[in-house]
Nanobody, 122 residues
Framework: VQLQASGGGLVQAGGSLRLSCAASGSIFSINAMGWYRQIPGKQREVVAV???????KHADSVKGRFTISRDNAKNAVYLQMNSLKPEDTAVYYC?????????????????WGQGTQVTVSS
């Protein structure tokens, strides 16, 4: 399984970006895709998770501003980011794997994209 993330860039505070992540390979056992972000020196944190059945979870810090979605036909997941803030600056990673429902807790091995940089200027 390979994941290709794209869509990062530099944007002013209040602006928007849309991240994309396309998966290829054998993903029949996968039931969830998600986005994480990481600031240098800090742990990677979950931003949003979306299951095949449509269950979603967004981090409190992005609720109302970010929306995760997917295109099952394209094996792709997206992250629409609106009202961006400087504190959203990070490298964003997509993740593919299996989650336990209803908690949406990741279980077992997972696949990661290469990361895409998002920089929000004040």
């Amino acid at each position: 399984v390979q994941l290709q993330a794209s869509g990062g860039g530099l944007v002013q505070a209040g602006g928007s970006l849309r991240l994309s992540c396309a998966a290829s390979g054998s993903i029949f056992s996968i039931n969830a895709m998600g986005w994480y972000r990481q600031i240098p020196g800090k742990q990677r944190e979950v931003v949003a998770v979306l299951t095949k059945s449509g269950d979603t979870k967004h981090a409190d810090s992005v609720k109302g501003r970010f929306t995760i979605s997917r295109d099952n036909a394209k094996n792709a997941v997206y992250l629409q980011m609106n009202s961006l803030k400087p504190e959203d600056t990070a490298v964003y990673y997509c993740k593919l794997g299996v989650v336990r429902t209803p908690s949406l807790t990741w279980v077992g091995p997972a696949y990661w994209g290469q990361g895409t940089q998002v920089t929000v200027s004040s």
